[in-house]
């Protein structure tokens, strides 16, 4: 399975950042496998977004479910993050990645190679 993200490198504050992910070799809709959105922001770990089950069901950090929104296509095997009202704070490097398992937690089975947003003006 091969996930690859795509989205714009550089978004102004305020604005809303839109993630696209794109998976081959596998589907989306594989029963038990969640794929989630996770970043890493400069010399920091890795921060978990949230993930979009194999069934549509979303679960988002706390701390950014007021911001983060994750949705799919089906049909087009591709899974999308949207993050509005983007701070310098939000710069990192955005991770697709999947695992089986509901656990978001512990080591994925999948992951893209990442896409550097930065947030600035």
């Known amino acids: 399975v091969q996930l690859q993200e795509s989205g714009p490198g550089l978004v102004k504050p305020s604005q809303t950042l839109a993630l696209t992910c794109t998976v081959s070799g596998g589907s989306i809709t594989t029963k038990n496998y969640h794929w989630s959105w996770i970043r890493q922001p400069p010399g920091k770990g890795l921060e978990w977004i949230g993930y979009?089950?194999?069934?549509?069901?979303?679960y988002y950090s706390p701390t950014l479910k007021r911001r983060a929104s994750i949705s799919r296509d089906n049909a087009k095997n591709t899974v999308y993050l949207q993050m509005n009202s983007l701070k310098p704070e939000d710069t990192a490097v955005y991770y697709c990645a999947a695992k089986y398992g509901s656990d978001w937690s512990g080591s994925y089975d999948y992951w893209g190679q990442g896409t550097q947003v930065t947030v600035s003006s």
């Open positions: 979009i089950t194999y069934s549509g069901s979303t």
